[in-house]
């Protein structure tokens, strides 16, 4: 002890000579590292005295004061380049305050103060493995280590750093948390001020340094220890002492997800606020701390995020009043400039979601002003119309959420609807043309959450919405954006989720399934989804629930209901409407290609097929119930179309004794009327009175029953298929059947011949057998028409597409040999479908009379040439002769190389829509099949964009537009030109296929199609 401090002295005693024999007592030299070592020793035992005391007395021998120590130490902790000599420097000097009987105002100085804030900063900014990136100085390093040289010499030698020692930081710390109770910094605010950005600074450049997470945790502990010391009055005014802390640490807030942002919010929220409790001044400074966070957040997307989550934190340990206060500031910001009213949306956002009671649930006042919550809701409703796009997308968003979020409570529901103006009685008018204009707006971001809010606002009103709305979600289903058609899809199946009213079902079938042939596969698997969840398992849980009913419902005879309306109080609401609608000529092609998707997928369950067939049932046996003629009876409009689809994928559950009890029943009555199509079906009953059978039902019933019964064929026994085989070929040759029922029965033919076949090649020569049968004598039906019918100016109803005839038309329709003559010419053509094989030399000539008896071409001799001008005297006969014969050149190459040309001539001259358009069909299939050959005639057949008939237009349209994408047709000449004009039709469906075509499918060729023009 007593060469310790000889030394010390000793080396005081010359600084001191020094500095009075030359100039530079402005610059105190440090103290050496031994003469610190010695310092440290005798202060390294504060509870004894006697090293101290023996230092004291040293001095005054040596006419030096304590405070000599000061100026050398000071130096010591400024200008040292080596962090951990500065460190041992600090701790001197921070012992020499906390020893016992230490003159501290003598020895405490601001400019040591801020020298030991300099100490720490330099320390905590070297780095923690001292390593060179010269390769020089690392071979260096090594010699020197092979020369024994200690470190710290060669540290000293380079001019270096060593790596810093945590442990004497961590010392030098405490010790500071321990100088804080003997020292006022009031008197010294520079002072003040820099050991609490200092302090600050710590957490952020502390996190490499430690090399464990216990040392960085006691650093924070440590850094937790000097701010809340610093709040102490001795040290100055609360509220500014608090003030310069939380300015200090707004920094830390800001930051990213962090161990510093942590500790700064931890601190804050918890030491801070216990500081509060007791504390005006500091209470004043926390209370004003989330607006000082407010006017400093950053402006971009993610670091405000961070921000408004690190003011709701805090906000929310405040107390009530203290939080109401704040709301009311949030609330007025949103009537400012456009960065805060931006930041406003985004924090009435998170202060709903986070803070207690915000619709005043739970307030035992009654009456007064609204709650605060309601203060938010219209403020965030005010911002939904906000100039600036960004706002109103960010306040349509934050509002969906917190519809979603307070619907969850039925007190805060009931609350919400009296706020939105859906209460007692009001229809909510004012929100309602807020969400039309924001559906409508012209930012994409907008439109997605105002459709967000539409469908939350859709469960909380238990799925009342406006038409208006409802109709732009609808066209919301065709945005060009991915992620709008996304929103719509959902918006509109929360809304036929929540409410199966008419007018929802119809626009979410019209809108929804057609999305099954969107590019992006995630919309095609949420297509899928919706579908299977609102369609096929609301069909299921429907029979389920009716099938245990069924028996005793059908034994009442209850004479005070009609038909139908026991029938739809039986099922669930909608449930008939829905499969009704399925059917739909504009929706059945997509119903099918999602049950084919579902069912590739095995996604498909039995349940829906028991489902279907215990609706069937369940009619049938109401039906019976009140005496009614079961000829008249036709299955729910849908039931057999949906069970013919999904039957494909689950033969096994198709119960075979229920399709043949229907094939009887069905194949039994015969009915009169006008054929149609299968997808126009009307109300099959007009009322209790008069009950008139539907022929377009019934005919459609047997189709699809023949479709059920073709895909579930494969598992019938061998005897019933032979059967059904005879009967089917039967009713084939007497040609009095429709055109859809002549294609069920033929396919049923030819999958009933492979199931009675024991292989391939003998399955095969059955259907060829009965082709060929088919074939001749419904070639001698047509010849004796063309040669002994020419008297009879008839004409049937069977056109495609579909359309009604007039009176005129309907009487000549009852002719007998034009309706047999035209079935039988329909029969061909199917029959050379399913065997492209089968001998057609002799149809080929009588075909090629009745396509040319309109004009004045070459004729065949050796038939007669009808006596009348078939397409004015038996259109529906001459349009059928066209198509049968495009149907033989799909199989004949050879023959669609001769008859090509004249198709496109009759495209041209017709002045037929139906023909035209069964022509443009034809044309689209000879294009898949023979693109060479079609090719050239293309610019022709965009002719057809013009046509003055509308479903020309439209059917050409489509089918120009899959072969575009299916790349059979190229961009080029006045076909790009044409289909722009699409987009201005009068039309609207057209336009609207149009914009989809644009917008969605072809958005990946716009540049192609652009140079491809030019």
């Not at 619709?359 to 119309?385: F, Q, T, Y």
Request: proline share 4%; hydrophobic share 40%; with cysteine.
């Amino acid at each position: 002890m007593e060469e310790a401090i000889s030394r010390l002295v000793a080396e005081l005693d010359d600084l001191r000579h020094h500095s009075t024999t030359s100039s530079a007592a402005a610059n105190p030299t440090p103290l050496s590292r031994q003469s610190l070592a010695d310092l440290n020793f005798l202060l390294s035992d504060a509870n004894d005295t006697v090293p101290i005391d023996a230092l004291y007395d040293e001095l005054s021998a040596k006419s030096l004061s304590p405070s000599s120590l000061v100026p050398p130490l000071s130096a010591a902790m400024d200008s040292s380049p080596n962090p951990n000599h500065s460190l041992l420097a600090s701790n001197a000097f921070l012992s020499l305050l906390l020893s016992p009987n230490a003159p501290v105002f003598t020895l405490f100085t601001p400019l040591s103060f801020l020298s030991l804030l300099r100490s720490l900063r330099r320390s905590l900014k070297a780095s923690p493995a001292f390593t060179q990136p010269n390769s020089s100085k690392n071979r260096k390093r090594r010699r020197a280590d092979d020369a024994g040289m200690d470190e710290e010499e060669e540290n000293q030698e380079n001019g270096g750093s060593s790596s810093v020692d945590v442990k004497a930081l961590l010392v030098v710390l405490e010790k500071l948390a321990s100088v804080m109770d003997l020292i006022h910094l009031d008197r010294f605010p520079e002072s003040l001020r820099s050991l609490v950005q200092s302090i600050s600074e710590i957490p952020v450049t502390a996190v490499e340094l430690c090399e464990n997470g216990g040392q960085y945790g006691k650093l924070l502990t440590l850094c937790s220890r000097v701010l809340r010391k610093v709040l102490k009055p001795e040290h100055g005014e609360s509220s500014s002492s608090a003030s310069e802390v939380l300015r200090s640490l707004s920094l830390l807030v800001f930051m990213h997800k962090s161990q510093a942002r942590t500790f700064a919010l931890d601190f804050v929220k918890t030491e801070m606020m216990k500081v509060a409790k007791e504390n005006d001044g500091v209470k004043k400074a926390m209370v004003n701390f989330p607006r000082y966070l407010v006017n400093k957040a950053p402006e971009k997307a993610e670091p405000r995020a961070l921000a408004v989550e690190s003011i709701t934190e805090i906000v929310r340990v405040m107390e009530f009043e203290d939080q109401v206060s704040f709301v009311k500031y949030v609330v007025s910001m949103c009537r400012g400039k456009s960065n805060l009213r931006l930041l406003a949306v985004d924090l009435v956002h998170s202060l709903v979601m986070s803070l207690k009671d915000p619709l005043g649930l739970d307030s035992e006042e009654d009456g007064g002003d609204d709650p605060w919550g309601i203060w938010c809701l219209e403020a965030l409703v005010k911002r939904c119309s906000d100039v600036i796009a960004a706002i109103r997308g960010r306040a349509l968003a934050n509002l969906a959420q917190l519809v979603k979020l307070l619907s969850r409570s039925d007190r805060s529901s009931v609350v919400l609807k009296r706020f939105m103006g859906f209460g007692d009685g009001n229809d909510g008018v004012e929100m309602n043309n807020m969400l039309r204009q924001r559906c409508m707006d012209d930012k994409a971001a907008v439109r997605r959450a105002a459709l967000h809010l539409v469908t939350n606002l859709t469960a909380l009103l238990g799925g009342t919405i406006d038409e208006v709305v409802l109709k732009t979600m609808g066209l919301a289903c065709s945005d060009p954006l991915i992620s709008m058609r996304k929103a719509a899809t959902t918006a509109l199946s929360e809304a036929f989720r929540t409410f199966a009213a008419e007018t929802v079902i119809i626009e979410w079938l019209h809108s929804v399934p057609r999305l099954i042939t969107d590019n992006e596969t995630s919309i095609q698997e949420e297509c899928e989804n919706m579908f299977q969840e609102l369609v096929l398992d609301r069909i299921c849980k429907a029979a389920s629930a009716t099938s245990s009913h069924s028996e005793t419902m059908s034994a009442r005879k209850n004479k005070e209901k009609s038909f139908n309306k026991v029938l739809e109080m039986l099922f669930p609401k909608g449930v008939l409407y829905l499969l009704r609608e399925i059917c739909n000529g504009e929706v059945s092609p997509w119903v099918k290609k999602i049950c084919t998707n579902l069912g590739k997928k095995k996604r498909l369950n039995h349940k829906i097929v028991i489902a279907l067939q215990n609706i069937i049932r369940t009619s049938e046996s109401i039906w019976l119930s009140h005496s009614l003629p079961i000829e008249k009876w036709t299955a729910p409009p849908g039931a057999w179309f949906l069970l013919s689809e999904v039957s494909a994928f689950l033969p096994k559950a198709v119960d075979w004794e229920f399709l043949h009890h229907h094939w009887q029943l069905l194949d039994k009555h015969e009915v009169e009327g006008e054929f149609r199509s299968p997808f126009k079906q009307v109300e099959a009953f007009e009322n209790e009175e008069s009950i008139e059978c539907d022929a377009v039902a019934w005919a459609s019933d047997r189709v699809f029953l023949l479709q059920t019964i073709s895909n579930v064929s494969v598992e019938l026994p061998p005897e019933p298929a032979a059967n059904l085989a005879h009967n089917l070929l039967k009713r084939v040759e007497e040609f009095n059947m429709h055109s859809t029922e002549v294609d069920a029965h033929v396919k049923a033919l030819k999958t009933l011949c492979k199931r009675k076949a024991s292989n391939v090649t003998e399955a095969d020569t059955l259907v060829l057998k009965w082709v060929h049968q088919v074939l001749s004598r419904a070639s001698k039906i047509i010849e004796k028409f063309i040669s002994g019918n020419s008297k009879q100016n008839a004409e049937n109803n069977f056109f495609t597409p579909p359309r009604s005839c007039s009176r005129k038309r309907r009487s000549i329709a009852t002719s007998k040999s034009l309706t047999k003559a035209t079935t039988a010419i329909y029969t061909i053509g199917s029959a050379v479908i399913v065997c492209p094989t089968a001998d057609t030399s002799t149809i080929v000539p009588i075909l090629h009379t009745i396509i040319t008896s309109g004009s004045s071409g070459p004729k065949i001799n050796n038939l007669p040439g009808p006596a009348t001008f078939l397409p004015q005297e038996a259109p529906s006969f001459y349009i059928q002769g066209w198509l049968t014969m495009g149907k033989l050149c799909l199989a004949d190459e050879k023959l669609a190389k001769n008859y090509i040309p004249l198709f496109i001539q009759e495209l041209e001259k017709s002045e037929s829509a139906a023909l035209r358009n069964n022509i443009v069909v034809m044309m689209a299939d000879f294009c898949v099949r023979y693109t060479a050959l079609v090719d050239s005639y293309i610019t022709k057949i965009t002719r057809c964009l013009l046509d003055p008939c509308e479903l020309v237009r439209r059917q050409t349209f489509l089918l120009l537009s899959r072969l575009l994408q299916r790349d059979y047709v190229k961009w080029r000449g006045v076909l790009f030109l044409r289909f722009l004009l699409s987009l201005v039709d009068e039309s609207e469906k057209i336009r609207r296929l149009a914009e989809f075509l644009f917008g969605n499918i072809l958005k990946g060729l716009r540049l192609m199609v652009i140079l491809a023009v030019m």
